[in-house]
């Protein structure tokens, strides 16, 4: 008898431990999301505080705004139609970036673009699919 309660308890525990493992997802706060940019931004142009203080600004007003989006989307249920989702951050972007290019010099902004941006779009993990 002790030995199926001992079996049962080993059982809860790594099945707990599995399932903690793969839900453990919990999104960043803007304070968070803005210290890892500021971190790259620091790393990369060496902006002064004025500067740095302003793309601070813009980047938590877009990720305030994009977060309202994702809850007022989330909020019906299910999962959110994942095109209807960029079409609505779509705009919210490219008022970003504009207020990014009054900031960033030309060559500041091209490396924003096309180097550090791409580097923090989150990476899907391999596994499931077709097999």
């Known amino acids: 008898m002790k030995t199926k309660i001992a ?3 080993i059982i809860l525990v790594f099945g707990g431990l599995a399932a903690n493992a793969q839900g453990g997802f919990q999104r960043r706060t803007v304070a968070e999301r803005v210290q890892i940019i500021q971190q790259k931004l620091d790393s990369a142009f060496k902006l002064d505080k004025v500067k740095l203080d302003q ?6 007003n877009y990720y305030r705004a994009t977060d ?3 809850d007022e ?3 019906g249920g299910g999962q959110p139609d994942f095109q209807a989702m960029r ?3 779509q705009p919210l972007m490219d008022e970003r970036d504009k207020k990014l290019q009054g900031i960033f010099s030309d060559d500041q902004y091209k490396t924003w673009k096309d180097q550090i941006e791409p580097s923090l779009r989150p990476r899907r993990q391999g596994g499931g699919g077709n097999r």
């Open 7 to 9: 079996g049962m308890v």
């Open 55 to 60: 793309a601070d600004s813009v980047f938590a």
């Open 68 to 70: 309202k989006l994702r």
């Open 73 to 75: 989307m989330m909020s």
């Open 87 to 89: 079409e609505k951050v």
